[in-house]
């Protein structure tokens, strides 16, 4: 069984010294905006987990479910409900579907189009942070 090792909560676009020191501290790194509110407890290096579900209270694992899907559970979902829902969605980050692969490629394809220096081994969450800031930029530079 692979070692887990401590999540570092960092907002991206992470640069590329800061990434470096995290990682050579151990620590995995996810986006801020992942943190479910209030966990006090880390979360294991393999995505949210598997069966971690259990150690999060339902208010916490509401809010990790509405900061990765964008949607709040329904008020009336149960403990079982949330923590399976919890599960599943962390069983999609790991096996990463094909769409991932198609998505990755067109968000590497814009960045080389726009010019904008970045490493394709990166997440394809930091990828895509990034093209976001340069599309942002681009448009400020614009408008």
Same mark, same amino acid.
């Given at each position: ?39 006090? =407890?880390? *979360?294991? #290096?393999?995505?949210?987990?598997? $069966?971690?579900? +259990?150690?999060?209270? &339902? ?49 590497? =394809?814009? *960045?080389? #189009?726009?010019?904008?220096?970045? $490493?394709?081994? +990166?997440?394809?969450? &930091? ?17």
């Amino acid at each position: 069984m692979p070692k887990e090792r401590e999540i570092a909560y960092e907002p991206h676009p992470v640069s590329p010294e800061r990434k470096r020191e995290l990682m050579s501290a151990g620590l995995k790194i996810l986006d801020a905006r992942f943190k479910p509110g209030g966990v006090a =407890a880390q *979360l294991p #290096a393999d995505g949210i987990g598997t $069966d971690s579900g +259990d150690q999060f209270s &339902d208010d916490q694992l509401r809010a990790a479910l509405e900061a990765s899907t964008g949607k709040k559970p329904h008020h009336k979902l149960g403990r079982e409900k949330l923590i399976e829902q919890f599960n599943a969605l962390n069983a999609g980050r790991q096996e990463g579907p094909a769409a991932d692969d198609q998505a990755r490629t067109e968000i590497i =394809a814009d *960045l080389a #189009a726009m010019e904008v220096e970045f $490493d394709p081994n +990166d997440a394809i969450e &930091d990828l895509a942070a990034l093209r976001d800031v340069a599309r942002e930029e681009r448009s400020n530079s614009n408008g």
